[in-house]
């Protein structure tokens, strides 16, 4: 099998992680509004990369596309929670053996109005069901210096992407989350 990254969502804020996974594959499928416009500016690295320009607005055509692709060994992701077709259907793109990261918001971890379970713990426990492949998650915090809090930058984001695919956990936090007042507005 074909060692093959799919790297979704991953063209701004996690274009470092992006480039160290398509460094690692032997072909990359980069998914983004804007994919067939992104360059790693490395003409060897950008040889091995397929462009696939989607939004989530159609999950079914994205799907279908992606699905000839597969099986994918790595699955980078940064997607949005309502995309829920397209959430509940990475795991079967990706190959046993295989790992899925997911990239989240803050907000993930957070149980719903009513005491419904957060998106995080969601698909932390549906993909506890899939033995075959490997499931992390990235959850992005903030960071507190100085009296004050700011946002993740772009590079630490990628570096808690990178770690995770270097040495998956179940959920690793970029940053932190505490005091959840205390989060940049």
Not at 50 to 55: D, I
Not at 60 to 76: D, M, N, V
Not at 178 to 183: F, G, H, S
Request: charged share 20%.
């Amino acid at each position: 099998m074909k060692n093959k990254a799919l790297l979704l969502g991953t063209t701004g804020m996690l274009a470092a992680a992006a480039r160290h996974a398509a460094m690692q594959a032997e072909e990359a499928v980069i998914v983004s509004r804007h994919a067939d416009s992104f360059s790693f500016g490395d003409e060897a690295l950008d040889a091995k990369c397929v462009s696939l320009p989607f939004s989530y607005e159609d999950e079914p055509a994205l799907l279908a596309a992606l699905e000839s692709h597969a099986p994918f060994s790595l699955a980078l992701t940064w997607i949005r929670p309502r995309a829920e077709l397209l959430r509940a259907a990475l795991d079967a793109l990706v190959a046993p053996g295989g790992t899925l990261i997911e990239v989240m918001g803050s907000r993930s971890i957070l149980a719903g109005p009513n005491g419904e379970p957060s998106i995080a713990s969601i698909r932390a426990d549906a993909l506890a069901h899939q033995p075959d492949i490997a499931y992390a998650q990235v959850v992005l915090g903030f960071v507190r210096e100085n009296g004050a809090s700011r946002w993740l930058t772009h590079e630490e984001i990628s570096a808690a992407a990178i770690a995770q695919m270097e040495m998956p956990l179940p959920r690793r936090i970029a940053g932190t989350l505490e005091p959840w007042d205390a989060r940049p507005q």
